[in-house]
């Protein structure tokens, strides 16, 4: 627990300076993605095997010095910031057991995305080979944008289920997950033959 008065952990708490610049103020990151160095990357952060940026709405670099502070102040281990009332609501309650989660599932199951879906004959390997190649689009954990975007699920952001639960949720090794962008058809087509042609 932080022993400095209040009003000196809320200025200090959780930040210092940023070290590849050397600035005091926190900046601001107005992202949602972060952009992953390789398959291996991406399933050791998702295995908490490293620590880093995966996704905004799991941790943003601006976000985790508020959280910090937060802690700081309330002698807690961690806090957690989110960004609207209704998003803590949704927290709260998925993270209730019972009759109250059981009620709630009826509006949160169910419905259909515009992702695409498919899988490798090969498993685990071609899956991160297709990824790996993949030039134009980008190898992050979030699902909507206007760039298009590619993930192993079974490596990343379901890599901490069990095998059963993986495929309870439709994940297999070999499965990989897109979500086209508005690029050129011809770029993606020709981003995507490059990936095939590794995997």
Not at 101 to 126: C, H, I, N, T, W
Not at 130 to 159: K, W
Request: glycine letters at 10%; proline letters at 2%; aromatic letters at 8%.
């Amino acid at each position: 627990m932080d022993s400095r008065n209040p009003e000196t952990v809320v200025l200090h708490a959780g930040w210092r300076r940023d070290e590849a610049t050397n600035a005091v103020a926190v900046p601001i990151y107005q992202t949602t993605s972060y952009q992953f160095d390789s398959t291996e990357h991406a399933a050791n952060l998702f295995a908490l095997k490293e620590f880093g940026n995966i996704y905004t709405r799991i941790m943003n670099s601006t976000s985790d010095v508020l959280e910090r502070r937060v802690a700081a102040l309330e002698g807690g281990a961690a806090a957690l910031a989110v960004s609207s009332g209704q998003s803590s609501a949704l927290i709260a309650v998925t993270n209730i057991t019972g009759e109250e989660k059981r009620r709630a599932d009826a509006y949160l199951s169910g419905g259909y995305g515009g992702l695409v879906g498919f899988e490798f004959e090969g498993g685990a390997e071609a899956g991160r080979r297709f990824i790996d190649a993949l030039q134009m689009f980008y190898h992050v954990a979030n699902i909507g944008d206007s760039r298009s975007l590619a993930i192993h699920p079974a490596t990343t952001t379901h890599q901490q289920l069990s095998a059963e639960e993986q495929l309870a949720t439709g994940v297999t090794e070999g499965y990989v997950r897109l979500s086209v962008g508005i690029e050129h058809i011809d770029d993606i087509l020709a981003d995507l033959e490059c990936g095939m042609a590794a995997a």
